[in-house]
């Protein structure tokens, strides 16, 4: 443990991973809730792997892949909520034409770039070695932003997320807020591709606020504790990423995942506890 502390301060890359991820721990448990709560996990995925587009576009434009991941991520997000309000096409039916749209033109575009093809196993699955301090700078906008917005704007959210009938009783824009929790959703997801990958970034938003929301059913609770969980999970993922010289995404979603399990147990535990008390007290009465 001391020789990885010394690590973390010989090498850059190291202190950028390690403060980018804990950073990311902020949006992605509050975003991650979000999702879960209104069951978004599918839209999710898909503007995720849409991002590999922009990637790809990037990539053959000879710019700095995650402006091109941005880029698409948000056109995606915002082509998927539009066609489901406006076009009259199914959800689903939008999210996985996009999502295969999405793959489609980065592996076109890749295969066309002039030169060898670039490594994208840092994209497609996270790596240390390749968060710069551009990424560090662009998870803390992105923080600002999410807490900014929540801080802001959190009835209007929660009354559009789950009650939207009354949310236009009481002038809410409905429609302009659900679109910019789905921007906000993308820009999340690209802000951790160098961390997590593109493959497993899901992982990141969704099991955290599944483990907490086996305890508590507040909004505000299970954010709170997938930020905690977040942190937890990224920290020691990527320590085992260094340790052991694998993807980082990898080793943190397989950490969140021995969480979940975990937390899954004991609360198991738990109810066959309460329930063998709540026995014993009926038969002493």
């Known amino acids: 443990m001391i020789q990885l502390f010394q690590d973390i301060v010989n090498f850059p890359f190291l202190y950028r991973a390690f403060i980018a991820g804990i950073l990311l721990s902020i949006a992605a448990g509050i975003i991650g809730t979000y999702i879960v709560a209104r069951r ?40 998927i909520e539009w066609t489901t309000t406006k076009g009259k096409l199914r959800e689903d039916s939008a999210i996985g034409i996009l999502w295969s749209f999405g793959m489609a033109i980065g592996i076109i575009f890749i295969a066309i770039t002039p030169g060898y093809a670039p490594n994208l196993m840092g994209y497609l699955f996270g790596s240390i070695v390749t968060v710069t301090s551009l990424d560090l700078i662009t998870v803390c906008i992105v923080n600002l932003i999410v807490l900014l917005f929540f801080l802001r704007f959190y009835r209007w959210i929660i009354y559009s997320a789950f009650d939207p009938e009354f949310a236009k009783t009481q002038r809410i824009p409905v429609g302009l807020i659900n679109m910019l929790m789905t921007i906000l959703v ?36 299970i954010a709170i504790a997938s930020v905690i969980l977040n942190m937890i999970g990224i920290t020691i993922g990527l320590i085992l990423a260094y340790k052991m010289n694998i993807p980082s995404g990898a080793s943190v979603v397989f950490v969140q995942v021995i969480l979940f399990a975990l937390a899954k147990l004991t609360t198991v535990i738990l109810d066959r506890f309460m329930e063998k008390t709540s026995l014993a007290q009926k038969r002493v009465q």
């Open 186 to 221: 993308a820009v999340t997801i690209v802000s951790g591709i160098r961390i997590v990958g593109i493959i497993l970034l899901l992982s990141l938003l969704t099991i955290p606020p599944s483990t907490a929301n086996l305890f508590s059913r507040n909004f505000k609770t």
């Open 40 to 79: 978004l996990v599918f839209l999710t995925g898909g503007i995720t792997h849409a991002s590999f587009g922009g990637i790809g576009i990037a990539y053959f434009a000879g710019i700095n892949p995650i402006f091109g991941a941005f880029v698409f991520s948000i056109l995606s997000a915002m082509g």
